[in-house]
């Protein structure tokens, strides 16, 4: 499903013509990847030795003009295992983004796409996705695509409206299903004033093949009132229908504070009532000139379309890394997130991979999630601290079916944890990184179901030429399971070079 979508992203692109040939940019890279480890199936009861050798080309395609913007990878992951723990095979990654402006000023399509490997069950030893050495993964394929209407109603140009229609699915080979989204949205908003307007008509439909499905629908009238730059305040109030849970129509109304005092800081609340419950987002960032602070907490209905395309876990780092350099000085945030994706998947943010896992199921379900992250700059250090908690409860959301994927072992699953990571620059081109990660996953059904992780990772990576670098570290990871403790130590060696 997926390898239409991707080729419908970069046929759009082609159909330019080689006249705008120089706006297109391709880059290609390798790295080889040699993972020595005497637990590599994290077995607590038979743990298995072996060397894993992972060759992993990347190819990355990227567009940036008035009418067109795209940005497409595809990394296969090789994997060997000379003792043969796991049957040697390829695991695909393949990303897409792209926006279109069909017809100026009205007219845009956007596409996403994405396949990626995840843990089979939040509950397993793995201790995080980018030394991935588990046989026992799942692939998973998320794409969406979302054509959209924008424009001036001309009424002496009182209003702006706009209109849109999202489709999405995602496939799984494990035994959840595919789950397929279908999203309308249409808003009309005043002119900007002291004191303006804003009317949202959307509905939203989730079906499952084993039949979790779900459907929402509403309209919400606001009201604006901006004194000044800095401050707005909003007010609404509607009516919804939905069949979360059990279904429930009535009157939805919540209100929403938006106050940026300078560039360094940012602040905003909105809280609103459901006939289902309440939804929240709240985010709160400041920056000085060598620390950014973040908190953020969010309660909302998701599903897994909306947590794989939205990259789960890696939020954190955007909020945390966003004002600091080198990614402030980042102006567009498309790229300036892309350049921090790339970084924590290639291993060069000490810390990442303690953040939680998206839950891998085929209904919709309640999310609450708080965040908290500081990072600091300094001339040679850099010291980056994170601390999360998210709860997923199955209760709330579709109706009917049975419980499948990682609910099927617990209706309410809670993830936390933290990380400390820090950052030395030996020279100008070498580092010691270190991090230490406790994140665990709990649950209940007929009794307590827990997994906790430990991991402590020390790097020492250098530059080995103009486009090539390298690193070795070591791993050390100890995990409690339901079959008892794992305990893994870990080389791991890397080698990356760039051609073009």
Not at 31 to 45: G, L, R, T
Not at 80 to 89: H, I, V
Not at 187 to 208: F, N
Not at 426 to 442: A, E, H, K, R, Y
């Amino acid at each position: 499903m997926l390898r239409p979508i991707s080729l419908a992203i970069l046929g759009i692109a082609s159909g330019f013509g080689s006249a705008h040939a120089e706006g297109w940019r391709l880059s290609t890279s390798a790295s080889v990847q040699m993972i020595v480890s005497d637990n590599i199936n994290f077995s607590p009861v038979a743990p298995a030795s072996d060397v894993l050798t992972e060759v992993t080309p990347t190819v990355d395609l990227r567009r940036s003009s008035p009418r067109l913007k795209l940005n497409a990878n595809y990394s296969p992951r090789m994997m060997y295992y000379a003792d043969d723990t796991f049957p040697s095979r390829i695991a695909n990654n393949m990303s897409a983004n792209g926006s279109f402006e069909v017809v100026d000023d009205l007219f845009f399509l956007d596409a996403k796409a994405s396949q990626t490997q995840r843990r089979r069950s939040v509950f397993n030893a793995q201790p995080n996705l980018l030394n991935s050495t588990l046989g026992d993964s799942t692939e998973t394929r998320v794409f969406s695509l979302s054509p959209s209407m924008r424009g001036t109603v001309r009424l002496g140009d009182i209003a702006t409206w706009k209109s849109s229609y999202t489709i999405a699915r995602s496939e799984s080979s494990r035994r959840e299903g595919a789950l397929t989204t279908r999203t309308f949205s249409g808003t009309l908003q005043g002119a900007p004033a002291t004191l303006s307007w804003k009317g949202v008509l959307s509905s939203r439909v989730t079906d499952s093949g084993n039949a979790n499905n779900s459907e929402r629908e509403s309209i919400v009238g606001s009201l604006i009132y901006k004194p000044d730059v800095q401050i707005e305040l909003t007010g609404r109030y509607g009516y919804e229908k939905s069949t979360i849970g059990n279904r429930r129509d009535g009157a939805t109304y919540g209100g929403g504070l938006d106050w940026r005092p300078s560039q360094r800081t940012a602040l905003s609340l909105d809280y609103d009532e459901r006939p289902y419950g309440s939804t929240a987002n709240y985010k709160l960032s400041h920056r000085l000139p060598r620390t950014a602070f973040n908190a953020a907490y969010t309660r909302n209905i998701v599903s897994r379309i909306d947590t794989l395309l939205e990259g789960s876990g890696l939020e954190d780092l955007y909020e945390t890394l966003a004002f600091v350099e080198p990614y402030a000085s980042i102006a567009d945030p498309e790229e300036r997130r892309d350049a921090i994706r790339a970084d924590a998947l290639a291993g060069r943010i000490p810390g990442y991979g303690s953040l939680d896992s998206p839950i891998l199921t085929d209904r919709e379900y309640r999310r609450s999630r708080w965040s908290l992250g500081v990072v600091h700059t300094g001339a040679r250090n850099t010291l980056s601290f994170t601390m999360y908690q998210s709860t997923n409860d199955s209760g709330i959301g579709s109706g009917g079916g049975s419980l499948t994927g990682d609910f099927a072992e617990a209706s309410v699953i809670v993830q936390k944890g933290w990380t400390i990571g820090l950052s030395h620059r030996l020279s100008p081109v070498s580092s010691l990184n270190f991090s230490l990660n406790s994140f665990d996953t709990s649950g209940r059904v007929t009794a307590r179901t827990t997994t906790e992780r430990n991991v402590f990772n020390a790097t020492y990576s250098t530059a080995l030429g103009a486009y090539t670098s390298g690193s070795i570290g070591l791993r050390m990871m100890r995990g409690t399971v339901a079959a008892g403790d794992v305990d893994e130590n870990a080389l791991i060696a890397t080698v990356s070079t760039r051609f073009f």
